[in-house]
């Protein structure tokens, strides 16, 4: 039973899954808490196995070409620049769906990934695991 004010996004429910909020292009940008430095952390996951791939820095200018391109392109804090994902290593991220957090403060890109998508050359980025 669904007790949410309207136009308030219903919590999941245990065991169905996520439910989201559809919003448009404008309303997303607008929901996104930049801080202090322009950025927000953007976690890159797999769209069909759903194994988390990386996290990494965009700024408004990156999610904008993010949003309009599908190309996934982030701000490259070491060089102060925008960086397509895989422009130089071919290991390109492809957006299928965006998402923004309940507080704007981190965004979840589900993307198609093409190659490794860590620069070590790991399928992912996460995988030291700590030993209990």
Known sequence: MDLSAPGTPAA??????M???TISRDGFLGAV???ANGLVPAIAQDAGTGDVLMMAWMNAQSL????????VTYWSRSRSK??????T???TQRLIEAYVDCD???????????????HTGAPVCFFRKLQQ
């Open 12 to 17: 999941p429910e245990a065991g169905l899954g």
């Open 19 to 21: 439910t989201a909020e």
């Open 33 to 35: 808490c930049f801080d």
């Open 64 to 71: 904008r070409a993010t949003l309009e391109t599908g190309e």
């Open 82 to 87: 925008l960086w397509r994902k895989g422009e």
């Open 89 to 91: 290593s071919a290991h």
């Open 104 to 118: 704007g403060d981190t965004l979840l890109l589900k993307v198609e990934q093409a190659g490794p998508a860590c």
